[in-house]
C-alpha cells in the first residue's frame, strides 16, 4: 500500500474508537518517508488521551457519544476546529466502525465539511456483526445511509463476510487488522 501515489499530501482521519484503532494499525504500517498525515478524532477524552497520533477532541462533553445523534451534534459543535485540521488538505481518507454514536453520526458531517471544502473524500466503514445486536445495527445503517447520500466514495466491509472468511479462533484485534487492511486497501485505490 502507498497511500503517496497521488503525488499530493493524503490526510488518513480516524473517527471513534474503532476509527482510530484502524488509524493506528495503518500508521504502524507505514514508512517513515511518508508524508501522510495521521489524525483521531473522538468525543471520548479518557480514550483519545491514550493516542499517540495527533488527535482532536469533538464536542462538549468528553464522553463517549453513545448514539448517533450526539456523534453528529459533537462535529457540529466542533466544526471550526474540524475545518483548521483539514485546511490545506486534497485528499482525506476517513475510517470509522459505524455501529457507535461517533462513527455513525460525526463521520457524515465531518465529511460533508471536507466536502464543502472541496476536499476529495474517500470512506472506510465496518459495519457491526449480528452479535452487536439491533441498536447498534440500525445505527450503522442510518449512518451508512448518510454517507452514501452525500455522494463520496464509501467503501463498505461487513464484520459478518469478513469474519466468514477468517479462521474460527481468529481473536478481536487480529478480526480489526485484517478489516484495516481490507479497508485501507479498498480506499487508498
Ligand atoms: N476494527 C475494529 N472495530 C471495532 C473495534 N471495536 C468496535 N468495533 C466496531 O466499531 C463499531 C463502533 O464502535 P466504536 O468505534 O467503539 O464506537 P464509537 O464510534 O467510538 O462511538 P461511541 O463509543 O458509541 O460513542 C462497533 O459497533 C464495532 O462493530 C475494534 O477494536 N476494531
Ligand atoms: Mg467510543
Known sequence: MN???ANE???VMGVGGAGTRMLELAAATQSAASSTRWIAINTDLASMNL????HL???ATGLPAVCSANGREAALYSALDLAEVLGGTRRLIVLAGLGGGVGSGATPEIVRLA???DIDVTVGVGMPGKWE???RHEQASTGLSALQGLGCKVEVVCFDEL???LPPSTTLDEY???LTKALLEKTAA
Do not use: F, H
Open 51 to 54: 493516542v499517540s497520533l495527533p
Open 57 to 59: 477532541l469533538i464536542g
Open 163 to 165: 469474519s466468514a472468511e
Open 133 to 135: 445486536g439491533s441498536q
Open 9 to 11: 499530501p493524503v490526510v
Open 176 to 178: 480489526s487488522a485484517e
Open 115 to 117: 466536502m464543502e471544502m
Open 3 to 5: 497511500l503517496d501515489d
